[in-house]
């Protein structure tokens, strides 16, 4: 996000054959961890270096550390030449290198813009499986109810849904020695991480642990094109800071938009629309930097956001929708637009 993509492209290159030959033998990587990658970026990968897997966004990533990422597809897809947050949606605008998010978080708590303080506790938008804001935050034991609770929603019900899940978690489970970091006063995360793992073994034993590009490389040959995503999740509050008890989110993603539906389910209150973000729109990200004038936000934008940072993100019943947009989403989930 700070560099130009010419720069990136070459950082890139000399990265990898310095990983060559560090490993030697020939090795090659599968893929890149890159937090946030420009689709010109993600573009050189493919065709440039033969790298088609690259975690290259932060799904719904917005007000934290020193990028901004938000609205893109949760799930691997494939970039669209526009927006690294965008999926391709046909031929002239594809690109082969199947984008990763790198942190599996709560959906609830990914509302969230950064973090605020709430009945005196910090409610983080990262809040899911990473260490940082589960174990070194809260401690072991209320940290590794907020990880579990973040990997059955992809495990049990996001299975039964989608076919397959994953949870990701880039590179902070390094940190779980982070004794001196964040200003954690000394707390270990060994324990939760040992916990962690443990009872994923117990509950799903057919999970498999494998690397970024494993995983990417087994979706790529499974997935052609974006065509066939249809991401489906349902997620109901673990009652941990911001994944309130009440409420249930539900998620639905594919090329041609992303939606996200919210309710109260205690009260059995009807859902609102707190994001629907299009992908059959127009998008472009920043330009190149040039000193002084570099732009952190290379967030994807337009009709509603979950974050709520706009006027126009108040949350408003699917019927409060364009017939246009109603007639999107029904070209989808003709199952929504029936009268509740």
Known sequence: MYNTRGQVNRD??????????VVGDGYRPKSVVAGFLSAANLRY?????????????????????????EGSICYPYYPSREHFCKPARGKDDFIDCV?????????????IPGARTVNGERWRSRQGVGPIETLLDMGTERGLQAML????????????????????????????????IYGYGGRNGMEGLHLWLTE??????????????????????QFKNNDGINYRFVHRGCGIRASEADKEIRWFM?????????????????EKVIDFTRYDLPAAEPADPEPGKHSRNWSLLNR?????????????????????????????????????
Not at 12 to 21: A, D, I
Not at 254 to 270: G, Q, S, T
Request: proline share 4%.
């Open 99 to 111: 984008n990763l998010d790198g942190w599996t978080i709560d959906f609830l708590c990914a509302r």
């Open 45 to 69: 990968l493919a065709e440039e270096e033969g790298i088609h897997v690259c975690q290259g966004n932060i799904w719904s990533q917005y007000a934290v550390d020193n990028g901004d990422g």
């Open 254 to 270: 594919n090329k041609d938009f992303r939606l996200a539906l919210l309710r109260n389910w205690k009260e059995n209150l009807p």
């Open 149 to 180: 609770a973040t990997t059955a929603t992809h495990f049990d019900n996001g299975f039964a849904r989608n076919g397959f899940a994953w949870v990701t978690c880039g590179w902070e489970m390094s940190l779980v020695e982070a004794r001196k």
């Open 304 to 340: 509603i956001n979950q974050k709520g940072t706009r006027p126009q993100d108040q949350p408003i019943p699917l019927a409060g929708l364009t017939e246009e947009e109603r007639a999107l989403i029904r070209s989808h989930y003709p199952e929504l637009m029936e009268p509740q």
């Open 200 to 221: 994923i073994r117990k509950r799903w034993p057919d999970a498999r642990l494998i690397t970024q590009g494993q995983f990417g490389e087994l979706w790529r040959a």
């Open 12 to 21: 890139l290159h000399e990265g990898l054959q310095r990983v060559s030959e």
